[in-house]
């Protein structure tokens, strides 16, 4: 009550403030707040996802610098979704977190696994670009499929661990029941979406073919399904717009532990608590019945938007 009382008075009695200035401290102060909080929670965690979304700079140099093109798209695109995905993640992981205090030894095991396999995916996704050439499902060199094994092997991991995090937001018991059910299904949902990802690594037929064909497999796995990766696709995303695209419902089913606890905690903010709950798990209905349409589609070759 203090403090608010002294921000009043000070922006009330300081007539050079700015209004913008006025407008935007609120935010700063609530942001260094989060991250304080976050960091006081997991260390490595918070501070892999800092390093990550700051890897966006030297990244955007790339994306302006170097033409150079990979599968059609920009060589630092993919890099910079990347480091944008994986680090609001890891953040979005740490604030889960905050709420399972009750849980150390899971908070500290998956923290620490989750921080360091981030990292790595995203080196290797960088190094790639560097060298020019694609980062999943190459295994054309030795090298190249070292480092595609080396991602998948980790990020399965990674998601193997993340059911702890789910196991302990089941058991939690929350004061605020909506965003009780809002991290636990989000959470459920995310590692669903997450194993999606395991579609993508099966060789297609056309790759069995050539392997036969050929006795040597340059590309084992694809998120197209009807056709080679790299043809027409959506601005940035690159899904495909002509094909079935495993990436659709990959990321919907990642960002579920993001959507769901934004809905309960902006979206249906204000509501009595029965029906922010109710909210809750209907907006989570809707979330599972989008994410499993999106899969089946792609599996069956139909693109989300249906372009040419």
Known sequence: ???????????????????????????????????????????????????????????????LLDGREIGGAPAWLK???????????????????TYLSDWPRARRFVG???AAVMVVEVAII????????????N??????????????LAIFTQTASSVAV?????????????LGWALRLGMTMTIAGALTGGLMTRPTEVQLAEASATGRMTLA?????????????????GWSTQHGDLRVAHFVGLHALQVLPILTLVAFRGRRDRVRLQLTLAAAAVYVLVFVTLLVQALRGVPLVALG
């Open 112 to 114: 620490r696994m989750t």
């Open 1 to 63: 009550m203090t403090t608010f009382a002294h921000a009043h008075h000070a922006r009330t009695s300081n007539p050079v403030t700015s209004p913008s200035r006025i407008s935007t401290m609120p935010i700063a102060s609530h942001l260094s707040a989060l991250v304080a909080r976050l960091w006081a929670t997991d260390r490595p965690l918070t501070g892999s996802g800092l390093f990550l979304l700051a890897l966006l700079v030297p990244i955007a140099f790339g994306l």
């Open 126 to 137: 960088a190094l790639q670009a560097a060298r020019g050439t694609t980062s999943h499902f």
């Open 79 to 97: 890099p910079a979704k990347f480091a944008l995905s994986t680090g609001l993640y890891s953040l979005t992981l740490a604030w889960v977190l």
């Open 166 to 178: 789910a196991a302990a937001l089941w058991r939690q018991r929350f004061a605020d029941r909506a």
């Open 139 to 152: 295994v054309g060199t030795p090298v190249d499929a070292i480092l595609f094994s080396i991602m998948g």
């Open 221 to 237: 796995g694809a998120h197209t399904v009807g056709a080679p990766d790299g043809g027409p696709g959506l601005p940035v995303t």
